[in-house]
């Protein structure tokens, strides 16, 4: 079993490799091991947006996604998006640093901080072989 984040590295390393070799069948293979990966992710509650990365930004020293948060305001409508990336590098003491960037409005500064927890948290879930998580029911 490894974390998350371990093997999107893993999958993201093995998919550039593949890029560079001109290798298309494992290219495509690698690519959707990742659209499988990153449906792990968090959806809903905010997160109404698809996840995207660049290849190009990640290896094995860091991975880079792209997501929007749909804002609600005080009254339950929804009160506009703010674009952000999910910055994963490793980390010695941590297994992993997470860190957030986005232009979010004055009044939603925290959300940052919610999604740095629940994004945080779904890259360090274990998951197996088949790529599922452990803990899931």
Not at 3 to 15: F, G, H, I, P, S
Not at 54 to 79: I, P, Q, S, T, W
Not at 112 to 130: G, P
């Amino acid at each position: 079993m490894v974390k998350l984040y371990e093997q999107m590295a893993r999958t993201m390393v093995a998919w550039k490799n593949c890029i560079q070799s001109n290798n298309i069948e494992w290219k495509n293979n690698h690519a959707q091991t990742m659209v499988t990966l990153m449906d792990l992710l968090p959806h809903g509650s905010g997160i109404d947006s698809s996840w995207n990365t660049d290849v190009e930004k990640c290896g094995d020293d860091r991975l880079e996604f792209y997501c929007a948060f749909h804002h609600m305001n005080e009254g339950g409508y929804y009160d506009g998006w703010t674009e952000f990336t999910v910055i994963v590098k490793p980390s010695l003491m941590f297994g992993c640093h997470v860190k957030i960037t986005g232009p979010f409005p004055r009044k939603y500064r925290d959300t940052r901080d919610y999604l740095h927890e629940i994004i945080e948290y779904a890259l360090t879930r274990e998951i197996n072989k088949e790529g599922r998580l452990v803990d899931a029911p």
